[in-house]
């Protein structure tokens, strides 16, 4: 299998590359994608030996190139979002893990889509702020999208084979989806006044990126997925539950209308749903640890307090709204992550930002590509500016 790999330097990306070092004789990398660490991205290159690798200005491309080429590695290095699309649309490339994190993964990722790839999905903003387009052109072009969040990936292996497009004609009643709380589940609303971002990003289960770690600390990360799975399964919101389960190792289950649950288990590594989705319908080894119950002891479950967790209330209201409200309110949470993680927000205002965001931009129509980016850079402004008047 020939892969492209959007966000190659990141921690999904990572995951992935080590799954394919494990199997060298089944996929073939050829091309790589890298904002930052491009040091990283130059080693990368070197071990895998890539056609093209990305990055995002020519000066960057220039640095790389030169050093490539010093090394004699025959990697073309290009830059950009048009050179995003170019490699998750290449004929050659059978299968696309987006993992770019944030808005700016659409595009590649809808790229991909459209040239009819596998699309390995782990950049659930994508889906958030642009579910109907997406799915639109999943199924125009005949891709295939198979889900890499731990929490979608487990769903779809609990689902029936045909579940598209009627999931509750085939007995399915609820999607529940497990959460671990994040750092700060124990700690009231109170405590939670002067967290740093060091703090927020120390995750218990689950090593990740800054963007998600936050996201886990606020529980927004539960929200998008609340979200995504509404797209990905076709499921409304009122059958979509959140269940909290410190220990992640559920990560998630399918409620049948006979009374049974199908769970799917195993240590929290992501390098298991990537193996999964690399390999489906086939399975290969991922490097990760068997999973042994009797050293975890005990799984625990609790139910979701929403006045405590306020951003999966905003999720969910978004959700039942429809229209742009699911883009406004990924958009505003990115500004205000970003502001929290530069010091100038305080953790508590991250919801109050998108709060105040959805309340200020116009709910309307958001079907066609254009109408999501309007609404994309709108909420951005205006999130911008409630971060402004809460400085701290
Ligand atoms: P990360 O921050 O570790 O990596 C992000 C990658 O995207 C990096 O390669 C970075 O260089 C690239 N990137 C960042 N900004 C970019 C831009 N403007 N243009 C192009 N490339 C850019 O993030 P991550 O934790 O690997 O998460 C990636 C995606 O996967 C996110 O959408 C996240 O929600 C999702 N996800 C991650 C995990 C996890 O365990 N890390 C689990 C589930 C889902
Ligand atoms: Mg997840």
Redesign the pocket.
Known sequence: MKLTIL???????VSTLDVVSQHPERFEIVAL?????IDLLAAQCAKFRPKFAVV?DAFSAEKLQTQLRRDSIPTEVLYGPAA?EHISSLPEVNAVMA????A??LAPSLAAARAGKRVLL????ALVMAGSVFMDEIKKSGAVLLP???EHNAVFQAMPDDYAGSPMARGIKRVVLTASGGPFRNRALSELVDVTPEQAIAHPN?A?????SVDSATMMNKGLEVIEAHWLFDVPAAQIEVVIHPQSVVHSMVDYVDGSVIAQLGNPD?RTPIAQALAWPQRISSGVASLDLCAIGRLDFEPLDLTRFPCVALAYRALIEGNNRATVLNAANEIAVAAFLERRLSFLDISAVISATLDTVAATSADNLPAILEADRMARVIAETECRRRQK
């Open positions: 966000g190659a330097t990141g921690s999904i990306g994608s890298g904002h930052s660490r995002g995003l993992a770019i994190v944030g700016a993964g782990a950049n659930k903003e890499i969040d731990s689950w990740m990126g800054k963007k998600i992501m």
